[in-house]
């Protein structure tokens, strides 16, 4: 299954590349930067920072700066992956990095409930555990080429 | 106040963390390396070319090594093939060694095979 995924010609184009590969690097980076840069002021603010700051506003802009990261990154994550496939599978900090990812958005999904449903005291935790996934999965990522 | 403490507590581990893992870098830069030019001949085991590096895995008298070569580009440039890095071939590799020594890796400033000396950093020494 990872072979065929090394073997198409999207991934073995990248491979072979000079420009495509870092390109797509960098926009995995751009990705990143607009989904943490949409999350931690969001996250801080719930947290107790900038409270003159007005809430609804500040969410509204942030989750589609966010939402648009996200996608990005996750596109160009899989060009990435595809690349060496199935070696990145095996990678233990591949895999703690997808479950890490899994757990940010399980709980990002669990913090807009808790929003919807006016729960402060909730949402804070979410808004906590959201910048400590967030940045653990930076690190699992960073992980993966150093380990 | 606590909660911004906190908060601050935990960028400030967290751009240590990071800080701390850099330097660590097997595949950039040569600071990971030791000073000296460091010279392996062997016979290549097992080629994976291509983005985002290149790694050998070279036999040299029963011991196996790791030796980073370059990006498609770096190959391109001096006219170096991935069929003439294929299995079984004979390669001379002068570079710098991990300044780790019971790691068995090092990174190619030049290679030669078959004769041929493909200069893959030709501004270093």
Do not use: C
């Not at chain 2, 299995?87 to 090092?106: L, W």
């Amino acid at each position: 299954m990872w072979e065929a995924l090394e073997a198409t010609a999207l991934a073995q184009h990248l491979r072979a590349s000079t420009y495509s590969y870092p390109l797509v690097n960098a926009l995995h980076i751009v990705g990143l930067a607009l989904l943490l840069g949409g999350i931690t002021p969001v996250d801080l603010r719930l947290l107790g920072l900038w409270r003159g700051i007005p809430l609804e506003p500040l969410i509204r802009t942030a989750r589609r700066t966010a939402a648009f990261g996200l996608v990005l990154a996750l596109a160009m994550g899989l060009l990435l992956f595809s690349v060496r496939a199935s070696e990145y599978a095996m990678h233990p900090a591949f895999q703690i990095k997808l479950v890490l990812i899994l757990a940010a958005l399980a709980n990002a999904a669990f913090g807009e409930h808790a929003h919807r449903r006016h729960e402060a005291g909730r949402l804070r935790v979410h808004a906590g555990l959201s910048l400590g996934l967030w940045l653990a999965v930076i690190l699992a990522g960073r992980a993966i080429a150093y380990f | 106040m606590a909660i911004r403490r906190s908060i601050l507590k935990m960028m400030v581990l967290f751009i240590l963390v990071v800080g701390m893992a850099a330097p660590a870098s097997a595949h950039h830069g040569w600071r990971w390396t030791a000073d000296g030019n460091f010279e392996l001949t062997g016979i290549i085991q097992r080629a994976e070319l291509g983005n985002p590096h290149g790694i050998l895995k070279v036999d040299a008298d029963g011991e196996i090594w790791t030796v980073e070569v370059g990006q498609p580009w770096r190959h391109d440039r001096v006219g170096l093939k991935d069929e003439t890095l294929s299995e079984g071939t004979e390669i001379i590799i002068v570079g710098h060694r991990s300044a780790d020594p019971d790691e068995k890796v090092v990174k190619a400033e030049r290679v030669t095979v078959g004769g041929r000396l493909y200069n893959l950093y030709p501004n270093r020494d």
